[in-house]
Nanobody, 126 residues
């Protein structure tokens, strides 16, 4: 079992920054990957970024590349999402999730992740 708790969401003006945190507890193995997804009202949940616990390989959605940075602190079992140059279209509930199976075709898909946090709201005003 893995438990995930997100924090750091809030209200920010366009162009501002926020840093989200995802604290993981339970059976976390270095072979796992962690992902951030987001879901805006009336839209499907979409991939944002991904990182491997070991090696730190990262991958980003095109919509956030160059603005968002995913990182991890292995000692704290915590994954971060630094979000800069925020836009109103970044408004969504942000979720972190665990990928234990590392199936390449599912790396950016909801179906590829089997533990999820409760989400944290990010609102960007124009």
């Amino acid at each position: 079992q893995v438990q995930l708790v997100e924090s750091g969401g809030g209200l920010v003006q366009a162009g501002g920054s926020l840093r989200l945190s995802c604290a993981a507890s339970g059976r976390i193995f270095s072979t796992y990957a962690m992902g951030w997804f987001r879901q805006a009202p009336g839209k499907e949940r979409e991939f944002v970024a991904r990182i491997r616990w070991s090696g730190g390989n990262t991958y980003y959605a095109d919509s956030v590349k160059g603005r968002f940075t995913i990182s991890r602190d292995n000692a704290k079992n915590t994954v971060y999402l630094q979000m800069n140059s925020l836009k109103p279209e970044d408004t969504a509930v942000y979720y972190c999730a665990v990928d234990r199976n590392l199936i390449p075709a599912l790396a950016t898909m909801v179906a590829g992740y089997d533990y999820w946090g409760q989400g944290t709201q990010v609102t960007v005003s124009s």
